[in-house]
């Protein structure tokens, strides 16, 4: 069975940093492009980053460029989201999604369930 | 940067209705990277279509999706109660991936 698990989310003051962690389980993790996907309370879903199965090539949002970095440990079966900077815009849930396949660009066939983050004072 | 549109924001139907949603993008896509993604309450998204038209593994048959150029439709020929959820597009064609703000089909 193919499991994603997130961990790492809490409450954080603005400016501050928090480290989000993927654990990943069922699939041979180092084949698949992973992601980082975000909602806010009671809105829509974004795309905060992505990483190809190398771990070579990563990408974006331009609403966190320069504050996140997205990395893997192929060894570990494990994605990360390190986030610098928050800002009170930044609350929401965090998901740790599968792409269908090597590359970045494939749909995302597999979530985990989201850890929280709270940005505030 | 792809910006998807859809419409319309909220959908009132009864079950066993049929249900018509639209994806705009403001430039031609290739329909090879148009998804669509349910998402309940307190779940995470799950992936229905690919490619604008593959049903993804497990999904029934009375989902189906359409489309090309700059205009996709989702179309849910018989709804039914667990059918009633928010609904996304995706295009996956640039990283990272851009979604529409979703439809909310809910029970009339």
């Known amino acids: 069975e193919i499991q994603l698990l997130e961990s790492g989310g809490s409450l954080v003051q603005p400016g501050g940093s928090l480290r989000l962690s993927c654990a990943a389980s069922?699939?041979?993790?180092?084949?698949?492009?992973m992601n980082w996907v975000r909602q806010a309370p009671g809105k829509g879903v974004e795309c905060v980053s992505v990483?190809?199965?190398?771990?070579?090539?990563?990408y974006y949002a331009d609403s966190v460029k320069g504050r996140f970095t997205i990395s893997r440990d192929n060894s570990k079966n494990t994605l990360y989201l390190q986030m610098d900077g928050l800002r009170e815009e930044d609350t929401a849930i965090y998901y740790c999604a599968r792409s269908a396949g090597t590359y970045t660009n494939n749909p995302l066939h597999y979530w985990g369930q989201g850890t929280l983050v709270t940005v505030s004072s | 940067e792809v910006v998807l549109t859809q419409s319309p924001d909220t959908l009132s139907l009864s079950p066993g209705e049929r249900a018509t949603l639209s994806c705009r993008a403001s430039?031609?896509?290739?329909?090879?990277?148009l998804a669509w993604y349910q998402q309940k309450p307190g779940q995470a998204p799950r992936l229905l279509i690919f490619g604008a038209s593959s049903r993804a593994t497990d999904i029934p048959d009375n989902f189906s999706g359409s489309g090309s150029g700059t205009d996709f439709t989702l179309t849910i020929t018989k709804l039914e109660p667990g059918d009633f959820a928010v609904y996304y597009c995706q295009h996956y064609g640039t990283s990272p991936a851009t979604f529409g703000q979703g439809t909310r089909v809910e029970i009339k």
């Open positions: 069922g699939f041979s993790f180092s084949s698949y492009a």
């Open positions: 430039q031609s896509i290739s329909s090879s990277y």
């Open positions: 990483i190809n199965s190398a771990g070579i090539h990563t």
